[in-house]
RNA sequence: GCUCUCGUAGUUUAAUGGAUAAAACAUCGGUUUGCGGUACCGACGCUCCAGGUUCGACUCCUGGCGAGAGCACCA
């Protein structure tokens, strides 16, 4: 639609011999402006030598006729042209809403693309840490938005099995004892090690020797209990994930990439990399960046190697690759550029491809007191706990038979609409009271417009009012002029990389939808708009339950 | 010190260079005996400072003030 007015305000304006300028066809910011808005009048005014809103009045006349979907143009404010469609358009796509269903929403941008997607990211035995919780829910929501633009999405996780918190956490089970298979366990000896660690000493000692140890291989014991605390932060990991609702095609540990970006960097030691004060380095200063190191002066691999022979493991798990996108903190945003740099050179073959890293913002709490009773740090897992808590006391009054399920759909979709509704790369405050008050602005505001949609159409089915766009009413609802953008905001969330495009259209909608909802009565059987109400209102549940997922965040019937 | 990012109602956030800067929370005031009040309607209230570019600037440029991040063997 968008295209097409723009191809023909171009016609036209060739037509009146005006050069091509560059205009834009957009929706304006007020329903009340129209359906399409475009400012080619106030662009091309300059050129022509008149006044903007003469030249859009000669456009006006010009156009006339030429747009089927078009009702009615008009010259507004200082020169807009504003353009408004015919009822029967929205009518239309409100019928093509229900017939598409969970295909509603997509798009073909990224068709017969594979891109690799990696996210999360977690230190197994630490506990889950709120950057990384960040970087699940932003990566997942990215690769579902390139799953509706058609691409095969790879996603990649990239956890840390080995180096200083591993040995942290070894050297704290042999001191407490405690059971490596017990989570509980794993955390306490992971917190003792730590405390060691940094009152320094003789205990940092031993335990920058396990960690040597763990590097080698050579000590049965050390490796058993390494194999066992693995173990053990994969399974809790897995619980957290499955909450999440994101699952991994591959996994590919720290310990495993070391040995081949040794090997790479050595390779291309003079051609790519250099020696330097005992360190082979990236100059990055050569193409605006900064120097790193890769081989420390003991020879040893850092983590730039480590991300060389990462990014080789993953080609070759996923040879065909289209894109490569890594989401990680913004802190890493300088560091990646250099690695990207650095693998460009390394494999040539491979530099036309797309390297992509999407940054995400620090997440802070409002006020400074971190509240929770037990005075602990702040960490991904211990605030899905709370925002479970608070779910399950809120839902109370619920109409579905499994409350945990509802409650942990509910803490996952408020934390995940808290998150998303920023865009990506700026700070985060999270305003925890907000969060779990439910009120406004929510991820539960939206999943209880959606299962009061699904309410309301039992009820109207049960009084005999079934959906139907056989006949509408003369004046489109304001929601069917939102409903129609669904695609559109889809696309642009992935273009732009952000997801709070859908957060804030998916508000809006449910916003639109409520004042609807308070001001026609939908399960009427005597109002003969009533199936075409309950059409809208079906549309408006089909395009929540798809936005929502795009988010990450499940659509539930019943709450 | 150098580089980058950011500064919008009391608070948390929106706004491809466009029309009267938009929501939510908080505050104040309302909601037809209601198809789910986690809802709806209304009021109050904002672009850090000084210049510049432009028909038009929260947005672009310059300078200041303030905050955060990154700058060689840590992860």
């Given at each position: 639609m968008k295209d097409q007015i723009q191809s023909v305000i171009s016609e036209v304006l060739a037509d009146l011999g005006v050069e091509p300028v560059d205009f834009v066809v957009e929706h304006p910011g007020e329903l009340a402006h129209g359906d399409y808005a475009s400012n080619v009048a106030l662009v091309a005014a300059k050129q022509v030598g008149k006044a903007p809103r003469d030249l859009a009045a000669q456009l006006l006349v010009a156009l006339?006729?030429?747009?089927?979907?078009?009702?009615k143009v008009e010259v507004a404010g200082p020169g807009f042209l504003n353009f408004y469609l015919r009822r029967d358009f929205f009518r239309e796509k409100i019928t093509t809403i229900l017939e598409e269903?969970?295909?509603?929403?997509?798009?073909?941008?990224?068709?017969?693309k594979l891109v690799m997607i990696e996210y999360t990211s977690p230190n197994l035995f630490?506990?889950?840490h709120i950057g990384n919780l960040v970087g699940n829910i932003v990566g997942e929501s990215l690769s579902r938005l390139f799953e509706l633009a058609g691409a095969n999405v790879k996603r990649f996780n990239y956890p840390s099995d080995i180096g200083m918190s591993v040995a942290k956490a070894v050297w704290g089970m042999q001191k407490?004892?405690?059971?490596?298979?017990?989570i509980q366990a794993l955390g306490e000896a992971y917190r003792t090690g730590n405390a060691a660690f940094e009152e320094g000493g003789a205990e940092k000692d031993e335990i920058v020797a396990i960690n040597k140890a763990l590097y080698a291989g050579s000590d049965e014991t050390l490796n058993t209990l390494r194999e066992q605390g693995i173990a053990t932060s994969k399974r809790r990991l897995q619980e957290l994930l499955d909450v999440l609702d994101t699952s991994f095609d591959h996994e590919l540990p720290e310990s495993l990439v070391s040995g081949p970006g040794q090997a790479l960097v050595e390779e291309h030691t003079g051609a790519v990399f250099e020696q330097s004060d005992g360190a082979v380095v990236y100059k990055g200063e050569k193409i605006g960046l900064h120097t790193r190191v890769f081989l420390n002066s003991e020879g040893l691999p850092t983590y730039e190697a480590k991300d060389i022979g990462h990014f080789k493991l993953k080609h070759e798990a996923?040879?065909?690759?289209d894109a490569s996108v890594i989401v990680t903190g913004i802190e890493q945003a300088e560091y990646f550029k250099v690695i990207f740099a650095a693998i460009k050179e390394v494999f040539p073959d491979l530099s036309e491809r797309q390297l992509e890293h999407v940054a995400t913002g620090f997440l802070t709490l409002t006020?400074?007191?971190?509240?929770s009773r037990k005075g602990n740090v702040l960490t991904g897992e211990s605030l899905l706990e709370e925002m479970q808590e608070a779910a399950r006391e809120r839902a109370?009054?619920?109409?579905?038979?499994?409350l945990d399920e509802l409650a942990e759909q509910v803490a996952v979709a408020a934390l995940k609409y808290q998150i998303l509704?920023?865009?990506?790369?700026s700070n985060i405050v999270f305003d925890k009271e907000k969060a779990l008050s439910?009120?406004?602005?929510s991820g539960p505001y939206l999943q209880y417009t959606h299962a009061r949609i699904i309410s309301v159409l039992e009820k109207a089915a049960q009084a005999g009012v079934d959906a139907s766009t056989q006949l509408a009413p003369p004046q489109p609802y304001e929601i069917e002029k939102l409903l129609y953008r669904f695609p559109e905001v889809i696309e642009e969330a992935l273009n732009e990389r952000a997801p709070h495009n859908v957060t804030g259209f998916l508000t809006e909608l449910a916003g639109a939808f409520n004042t609807f909802y308070a001001q026609e009565k939908?399960?009427?059987?005597?109002?003969?708009f009533a199936p075409y109400k309950a059409a809208v209102a079906g549309a408006v549940q089909q395009t929540l339950q798809n936005g929502l997922w795009a988010l990450g965040i499940k659509a539930p019937d019943k709450m």
């Open positions: 006339e006729g030429k747009l089927p979907e078009v009702e269903g969970e295909q509603w929403g997509r798009n073909d941008t990224w068709k017969e630490k506990p889950l407490t004892g405690g059971d490596p298979s017990d996923e040879p065909s690759w006020t400074g007191k971190m509240s109370s009054e619920t109409r579905t038979d499994n509704k920023h865009n990506v790369g439910f009120e406004g602005d939908i399960a009427d059987a005597t109002d003969k």
